[in-house]
């Protein structure tokens, strides 16, 4: 009794949709969709994940994915975070998902729960902890007693701490739908029978943990009995065979929104315009969730990403890395959500048709019998041609590769090509706070045999060597050369050769640097290969061997190997001479971590000297203070004139940079470094790098980084049926009103239009950042744009006010404006 009058206080109290005490929501489905609270529902959903951004980030995150129309985010469960050791948890600050989910249902959106606990996701080891390679006789991801006893223990152990909670929907909270394994089906041939025993076994043992709501496997042809097999992919909407079940609906868990990039791969794209494609035409073939993998990347920090993987992640998100909304991928997206809520009850429970007009032209449609309710989708598949259909008495024009929405089958409120939403472009400034920064270094001293402890024959595997604490392991063996062992001429080197199965390493001779060498993602392997100076009597080879994170996806991960393999020395008067089995030492990871150089206190542990500008050694630790910098825009820094290694602000890490690993384009897959704002302190912020090959610190920079130059893109007559629009409904009649004759603005953050860099009506080119002046332009366009908008937070430009008397070889002209944002008083305000 007590609990039910707190629930009504609580709703008076405005409590909105998830308060503790309030009664839950079922979720069940049908071959429609998930059904919550009775209802069919259509879901949009994207994927954030909490390890990668810091708490202080995470209501903003929640915030904007809402505003941009998604009423579901889901996230992945992170094992290795949450168990580093076995049977010690940490579920503080970072780690702290039963916050994150919370916060979410305190928001109204819904939450997906990725429990995996394998989930790829191109996080280190897909997400299991290291110590797991190490139970006796353990094959992850198969019919394997140790495997599925430590897998059945951990999903149990989180899924009843989420029920403890009370964050299932039934019992009140945001959690609508969980997951189990993960694109299984990629692997499962390989386990053969074994692999088929241990699906069937995990989906049973997800559904006997009796969370109340539905599972769902991805990439599951057979989901076993419940569970439902959704899709992941780019083109869902084209090449998903539907679920695997009469009575299961059709659900997208990863659109992809870009692709993630490792260390050496160029920038990734995915227009707005073909992700708008792939939804639309998901749902108008009976999808009703899908999800944007990712909605928001963030950043790998520390040691945390996959192999090869960069630290920033998915930056070509709707939200890019430093949470700023990417223009026009955001907007573009919102218009879509919006336009297929108008679309809700005939795509829940009307009938679909299907008619093909022609090979590239189909029209899809869901209509209640006997009512209204209708939607229709219109297609054209050809990528070169537009087209004009007739549809019910109309006729509709629709640009190459482009889907319109009509949500009551006569208006267009929706065109996947046709982009209205703003544009912006991304900048990055350095600071005026946190500039003329000071360095101070100190080098690692390269080890000798003799000083390592831990001795074999031969060189022992990196990854059993490390168990995951480092990325570094010391390899050093020594060699006594008698006079006649070495060439007689001094201009002929001896070779060594050092075979490496990945994934970096630097080679010193008697303490000199003789080189860096290192796999890639594709091909982890590499050969070292150096000529080097030996001298008659002791000589001493040191090598510091890298991973860069372990593997995340494959068969029998648990058997993934890394380091130096064999060691040879060629060109000597006997020939080759082999130091594979030369007796080694051995040490895990470099003395400044384990100094902990990256805090306060251990940084007062070694000698520092002043940098003094110019290239610098290899390994190499490098430490400044430096200010917060001004204003509030998030903060990045600019490693270009470094090479490779790990940064650190206050003793967070921020995660591994690697610039001197060129793209085929011949630029550093990432330049720049987010460093939160939540690791800062007004002053006197301690900035440790360690650098592995050599660099010059002189060139870091401390940026702030902003959206403000916004851009509008808009064509005379959009929508290009507006003579014919039949509104119906004031809903309907908003959001066509809302469509633009006109381009709008609008600064983020409260920001006011500073300056007008471009506007031309008539047929100009380019993107936001980069446009052109084309073959006609109206000669009073910018005057036009800066009298209605300069002072401005936010402005409205009618077409109509240009002057449009001159010829256009394109019959609807277009007017292209960017403008750029800043702090200083509103006109408007
Ligand atoms: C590992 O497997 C072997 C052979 O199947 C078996 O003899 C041994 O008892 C197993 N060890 C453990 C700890 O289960
Ligand atoms: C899926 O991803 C593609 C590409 O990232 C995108 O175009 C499409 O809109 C997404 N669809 C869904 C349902 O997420
Ligand atoms: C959509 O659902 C209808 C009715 O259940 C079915 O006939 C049709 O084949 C489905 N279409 C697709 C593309 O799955
Ligand atoms: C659309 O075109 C693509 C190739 O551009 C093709 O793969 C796809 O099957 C086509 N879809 C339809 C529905 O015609
Ligand atoms: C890993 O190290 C253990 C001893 O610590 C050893 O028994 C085992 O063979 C090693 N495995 C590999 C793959 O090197």
């Known amino acids: 009794m007590a609990a039910r009058i707190l629930g009504v206080v609580l709703l008076f109290l405005g409590c909105s949709v998830f308060c503790n005490g309030e009664s839950g929501k079922s979720v069940t489905y049908d071959a429609r969709s998930l059904i919550i609270n009775g209802a069919r529902e259509l879901l949009f959903s994207g994927s954030i994940h909490y390890p990668r951004s810091p708490p202080e980030m995470w209501p903003d995150l929640i915030k904007k994915a809402k505003d941009g129309g998604l009423n579901v985010i889901q996230t992945y469960v992170f094992w290795n975070l949450h168990e580093p050791i076995e049977g010690q948890f940490n579920f503080e600050g970072n780690y702290d998902f039963i916050k994150f989910i919370k916060m979410i249902g305190d928001h109204g959106l819904y939450v997906t729960l990725r429990v995996g606990p394998f989930i790829e996701a191109e996080w280190n080891h897909g997400g299991f902890p290291f110590w797991l390679r190490e139970v006796p006789n353990i094959t992850f991801r198969t019919d394997n007693e140790p495997f599925k006893y430590h897998m059945e223990k951990y999903t149990k152990m989180i899924i009843s701490m989420v029920k403890k909670e009370k964050l299932f929907a039934p019992q009140g909270g945001p959690i609508i739908m969980a997951q189990i394994e993960n694109e299984y089906n990629s692997v499962q041939m390989v386990y053969k029978e074994s692999g088929t025993r241990y699906i069937q076994w995990a989906a049973n043992m997800a559904v006997g943990l009796d969370a109340g709501v539905p599972w769902v496997m991805c990439k599951q042809m057979d989901a076993p009995g419940p569970v439902i097999n959704t899709c992941n992919g780019r083109q869902c909407g084209e090449t998903f065979t539907g679920p695997n079940g009469p009575n299961k609906p059709s659900l997208w868990t990863e659109n992809w929104t870009a692709q993630y990039r490792v260390f050496g791969d160029p920038p990734a794209q995915r227009a707005a315009e073909d992700i708008a494609y792939a939804v639309t035409r998901f749902f108008s073939k009976n999808g009703t969730l899908n999800n944007y993998y990712m909605f928001h990347g963030g950043t790998n920090f520390g040691r945390t990403s996959s192999s090869f993987v960069t630290t920033r992640y998915y930056d070509e998100a709707p939200l890019d890395e430093y949470a700023l909304p990417r223009e026009p991928k955001y907007g573009h997206l919102t218009d879509l959500h919006r336009a297929l809520r108008l679309c809700k009850k005939a795509l829940l429970w009307g009938v679909p048709t299907v008619q093909r007009i022609s090979n590239d032209i189909e029209i899809r449609t869901y209509e209640k019998p006997g009512t209204q309710t209708c939607a229709a989708f219109l297609n054209n598949n050809n990528t070169q041609n537009a087209a004009t259909i007739n549809f019910r008495g109309q006729n509709y024009y629709l640009p190459p590769k482009s889907i319109s929405i009509l949500p009551d089958c006569k208006t267009v ?120 100076n030996l001298k008659q009597g002791m000589n001493h080879l040191s090598f510091l061997g890298m991973t860069v994170g372990l593997p995340d996806s494959g068969a029998y991960m648990e058997k993934r190997y890394a380091g130096i393999r064999a060691v040879t020395i060629q060109g000597l008067n006997a020939g080759t001479l082999d130091l594979t089995s030369n007796q080694w030492g051995q040490e895990v990871g470099v003395q400044g971590e384990k100094l902990q150089l990256y805090t306060e206190e251990g940084s007062g542990k070694v000698q520092w000297s002043q940098a003094k500008g110019g290239a610098g050694p290899p390994l190499t630790w490098y430490k400044t203070y430096f200010d917060a910098p001004e204003g509030e825009s998030p903060v990045a820094l600019r490693m270009t004139t470094m090479g490779k290694g790990m940064i650190w602000v206050n003793g967070q890490s921020i995660g591994r940079y690697w610039v001197n690993y060129l793209s085929p384009l011949g630029q550093p897959s990432q330049s720049e470094y987010h460093v939160p704002r939540a690791f800062l302190k007004k002053e006197k912020n301690l900035l440790v790098v360690f650098e592995e090959t050599g660099g010059n610190p002189s060139g870091i920079k401390v940026l702030t980084v902003n959206r403000d130059t916004i851009c509008s893109v808009v064509k005379e007559n959009y929508p290009p049926n507006i003579d014919s629009w039949k509104l119906s409904g004031d809903k309907l009649k908003a959001l066509v009103d809302d469509l633009k004759t006109e381009a709008e603005l609008i600064c983020p953050d409260g920001k006011v239009i500073k300056s007008v860099a471009f506007a031309s009506f008539g047929d100009p080119s380019g993107a936001c950042g980069s446009f052109a002046v084309g073959q006609c332009n109206s000669l009073n366009s910018k005057k036009v744009v800066e009298q209605l908008c300069l002072g401005k937070n936010m402005c409205t430009i009618p077409l109509k006010n240009f002057d449009s008397n001159f010829k256009c070889s394109e019959p609807l002209k277009t007017l292209a404006v960017q403008v750029r944002c800043g702090r200083g008083k509103s006109a408007s305000a």
């Open 413 to 532: 409120v929706y065109n996947t090509q046709s982009i209205v939403s703003q544009h912006n472009a991304r900048s990055f400034h350095p600071s005026k706070k946190a500039s003329n920064l000071q360095w101070e270094m100190s080098q690692e001293s390269i080890p000798e045999m003799q000083q390592l402890q831990m001795r074999s024959r031969q060189p022992l595997e990196h990854y059993n060597l490390t168990k995951d604490t480092s990325d570094y392991a010391w390899y050093s063996t020594s060699i006594d050369f008698k006079r006649g062992d070495l060439p007689m001429r001094r201009d002929i080197l001896p070779v060594l050769v050092v075979a490496s199965l990945g994934h970096a390493m630097v080679g010193f001779v008697n303490g000199e640097y003789i080189g860096f060498e290192h796999g890639s993602n594709v091909e982890k392997s590499f050969v070292f290969k150096k000529a080097v």
